[in-house]
T-cell receptor, first 114, second 116 residues
Framework: AQSVTQLDSQVPVFEEAPVELRCNYSSSVSVYLFWYVQYPNQGLQLLLKYLSGSTLVESINGFEAEFNKSQTSFHLRKPSVHISDTAEYFCAVTLNTGFQKLVFGTGTRLLVSP | DVKVTQSSRYLVKRTGEKVFLECVQDMDHENMFWYRQDPGLGLRLIYFSYDVKMKEKGDIPEGYSVSREKKERFSLILESASTNQTSMYLC???????????????FGSGTRLTVV
């Protein structure tokens, strides 16, 4: 079965600083990878996804993630964060065959301060 | 926009009560899911459904059941609520029976259930 590890439960950072949220996955077969974001008092929203092709994927609000098969990682990065990026971020994985149900990591809370 | 609506934002129930959490989606999605979200544990799948009247156990189904009598509605039932079921419950839906993860899940805003 596949699994996801997010080692950092909380990442504090100052506004306009770069940030990296780490995600490692475990699976014996090919997977699809996702990052979801949860703003306070809201449900989760899809931020970006890797299905195939280019290993670097980008979101519309400046986040990017790189799929690294050899290191089984899918880290999320942003070169300059804003206060509004304060949220909880979840990495998720699903198999690319059979029934596709998402398995989520434990989440990383990004705290951006002025 | 696809909407997933959970009927209650906050709910307080007593131990032993039968509790119904309702979820309705308006975009004709085949798949629906119930997760619970707890600090430090992330989201854990309770049950899912890929078609009307079809249901499958997720990773933590004990103490829960579900009902899907209509395509747009997926109900989570706590047969006899216990304090360890105090949690945030999130409903989600996706397209294409069994294959919708690639299109992303659409989540509701959640129901925060407190069992006292």
């Amino acid at each position: 079965a596949q699994s996801v590890t997010q080692l950092d439960s909380q990442v504090p950072v100052f506004e306009e600083a770069p940030v990296e949220l780490r995600c490692n996955y475990s699976s014996s077969v090919s997977v699809y990878l996702f990052w979801y974001v949860q703003y306070p008092n809201q449900g989760l929203q899809l931020l970006l996804k890797y299905l195939s092709g280019s290993t670097l994927v980008e979101s519309i609000n400046g986040f990017e993630a790189e799929f690294n098969k050899s290191q089984t990682s899918f880290h999320l990065r942003k070169p300059s964060v804003h206060i509004s990026d304060t949220a909880e971020y979840f990495c998720a994985v699903t198999l690319n065959t059979g029934f596709q149900k998402l398995v989520f990591g434990t989440g990383t809370r990004l705290l951006v301060s002025p | 926009d696809v909407k997933v609506t959970q009927s209650s934002r906050y709910l307080v129930k007593r131990t032993g009560e039968k509790v119904f959490l309702e979820c309705v989606q308006d975009m004709d999605h085949e798949n629906m899911f119930w997760y619970r979200q707890d600090p430090g544990l992330g989201l854990r799948l309770i049950y899912f459904s890929y078609d009307v009247k079809m249901k499958e156990k997720g990773d933590i189904p004990e103490g829960y059941s579900v009902s899907r009598e209509k395509k747009e509605r997926f109900s989570l039932i706590l047969e006899s609520a216990s304090t360890n079921q105090t949690s945030m419950y999130l409903c989600a839906s996706s397209l294409l029976s069994g294959q919708g993860a690639v299109f992303g899940y659409t989540f509701g805003s959640g129901t925060r259930l407190t069992v006292v």
